[in-house]
């Protein structure tokens, strides 16, 4: 999301004029979009404040963006002096006015308001990526959990309309993306504003048919507002990857309460009986919180034992962090930076054991990649898989792969990626 959303500021940049530099060095101007979902987001950005200033200080522009410029909002004047914009990804919209107001030589432009219908619309995106490109479906999170900062960051959700979607990807498609990826802090819960009405699943099938577009993937999900729609779509069109991230944050149904999180484990555990009885083979990845506040050992070993149940493809596993505004700051039983670690690297242990055995199950078999990179050093050309596995392949061509879709051989694997050969379609 915050990837995507410097990709939408550089276009507007480039739209009025400005252009693009290599290093901060030679900028004039500076924004630094930050994230502060977890530890000690603030610190690092005024420390790299503290550094830009000092490096490449003399005569230059500085702007911070983002959740820390949300959540810190005029404290990083006080704080940093040479920072003249401070705007959250909710005022955006308002950049090109701001900029107006910066080349005007204003030391102190602000763009905080969270109170917007709006969303951050642009037709002037710069692209990273050649081949897989974003779009924003939804923006804001209207959820509470107890431990999450975002509703506070990005403010209230906010839908697209379906037809400004359907736009973008047939522009997207016109221009030689074959890969779209929706985001939004939760797309599930996507409603279409204008008369049409769209839901996630409607949306999710309609952009899976733009001609040109081969591979649509997603995230993120509520587990909460995953409905079976969704994977009786995914199963009626392949072009929807083989992929759904569904954060749990923990195995325990006492910890996803004081979480807020609105799903028990045994409610998260329906909704993976969907993916797993469904027509097509859906690889599941998930986000894990360890040491909310109050989580026991034997709410612990809940955690653990999902992971046994659900035999996650991959996941993502976070010590909780306390952060500014949420609920939990006020929780009993913190859970000591020892006992966190030790539960982290349990996690990691037991779903490392998991993803082995996982990927030694798809040795033999032949997955269709899209070709992203090149490894000189290994000669070998870096895929990834429409289950969102990295599978580096050898062929004998040694250029002009970049951007192809493949089948390629499963020789070996390891815990997070396979290796492969491409296979010679006769
Ligand atoms: N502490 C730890 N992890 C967090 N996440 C969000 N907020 C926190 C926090 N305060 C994790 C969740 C979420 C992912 C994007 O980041 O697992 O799904
Ligand atoms: Fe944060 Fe929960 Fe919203 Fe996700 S759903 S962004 S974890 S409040």
């Known amino acids: 999301m915050n990837a995507h959303d410097s990709e939408k500021v550089i276009g507007t940049l480039l739209a009025e004029g400005y252009q693009q530099v290599e290093t901060p060095d030679e900028a004039h101007l500076v924004l630094y979009n930050t994230c502060s979902i977890r530890d000690k987001a603030e610190q690092k950005v005024f420390n790299r404040l503290q550094q830009f200033k000092r490096d490449a200080g003399k005569g230059k522009v500085f702007g911070v963006l983002g959740c820390v410029a949300q959540q810190e909002g005029e404290k990083i004047f006080e704080r940093a002096p040479h920072v003249s914009l401070v705007a959250g990804s909710a005022s955006y919209t308002k950049l090109p006015e701001m900029l107006v107001q910066l080349e005007a030589g204003n030391r102190h432009v602000t763009g905080l308001s969270l109170d ?59 221009q030689g993306y074959t890969e779209i990826q929706l985001l939004g802090q939760n797309v599930n ?50 072009v929807l990857c083989d992929h759904v991230h569904l954060p749990v944050q923990s195995g325990a149904s006492r910890v996803l309460a004081a979480m807020d999180r609105l799903y028990t484990r045994e409610e998260y555990l329906k909704r993976i009986e969907w993916l797993k009885s469904a027509r097509r083979n859906y690889s599941i990845t998930t986000d894990i919180i360890v040491g909310f506040p109050g989580e026991t050992e034997k709410d612990f070993e809940q955690t653990l034992d999902l992971l046994d149940q659900v035999q996650y493809d991959s996941l993502f596993s976070f010590k909780y962090s306390p952060r500014p505004h949420t609920a939990a700051l006020a929780m009993p039983d913190p859970v000591g930076d020892d006992e966190k670690q030790r539960r982290l690297v349990a996690v990691q242990e037991r779903q490392r054991a998991i993803q082995i055995r996982r990927n030694a199950d798809l040795i033999g078999t032949v997955q269709e990649v899209l070709v992203e990179g090149r490894n000189q050093a290994l000669g070998q050309w870096i895929g990834r898989t429409s289950s969102n596995r990295t599978l580096n392949f050898t062929d004998p061509r040694g250029e002009g792969l970049l951007g192809k879709y493949l089948p390629v051989r499963v020789t070996r694997s390891g815990p997070n990626s396979l290796v492969g050969e491409s296979v010679t379609v006769v």
């Open 116 to 174: 917007t219908d709006e969303t951050f619309d642009t037709p002037f995106t710069r692209r990273d990526n050649p081949h897989r490109a974003y779009i924003t479906i939804i923006e804001g999170c209207d959820k509470s959990c107890a431990y999450c900062v975002v509703p506070f960051t990005r403010g209230p959700e906010r839908s697209r309309t379906s037809a400004s979607v359907m736009a973008e990807a047939q522009r997207l498609a016109e």
């Open 189 to 238: 819960s996507y409603r279409d504003p204008s008369p049409a009405g769209w839901d996630f699943a409607i949306l999710l099938g309609r952009v899976a048919e733009v001609p040109g577009i081969r591979r649509v993937r997603y995230t993120t999900s509520h587990p909460r507002d995953f409905v079976r729609a969704i994977v009786e779509t995914m199963d009626a069109n392949p």
